[in-house]
């Protein structure tokens, strides 16, 4: 899996900054950071929708968008996959109650 999102990564990357005209990735880049996280909302609330529905195809299609439109966002702050996924490793292993916790409080 970390193959195919790596290789999304710099499909994304590279087409940031094409004619808009003729990429998604470089249209949605250039309507600028908010639409980016607006696409990101929807194709999250997609997602819960497909699930609330017991929709396995809907959902496979709707993770996989929610997936791309996050490697979206985190190109536009130029973020890389792979401080996630360190993060991700760094709590395999600890309750997601003890790691919420750890956090600090606002």
Do not use: C, W
């Not at 249209?27 to 929807?42: D, P, S």
């Amino acid at each position: 899996m970390r193959a195919t999102l790596h290789q999304l990564e710099q499909t994304i990357k590279a087409r940031r900054t094409a004619d808009p005209s003729t990429s998604y990735v470089a249209k949605l880049t250039a309507r600028g950071r908010a639409k980016i996280a607006q696409k990101l909302g929807e194709e999250a609330v997609e997602s819960v929708i497909a699930a609330m529905q017991d929709d396995r195809e809907g959902l496979t299609g709707e993770a996989a968008d929610l997936l791309f439109h996050l490697l979206v966002l985190l190109a536009d702050i130029d973020l890389p996959l792979d401080a996630v996924l360190n993060e991700l490793d760094r709590r395999e292993g600890v309750s997601g109650l003890v790691e919420k916790a750890s956090r600090p409080k606002d």
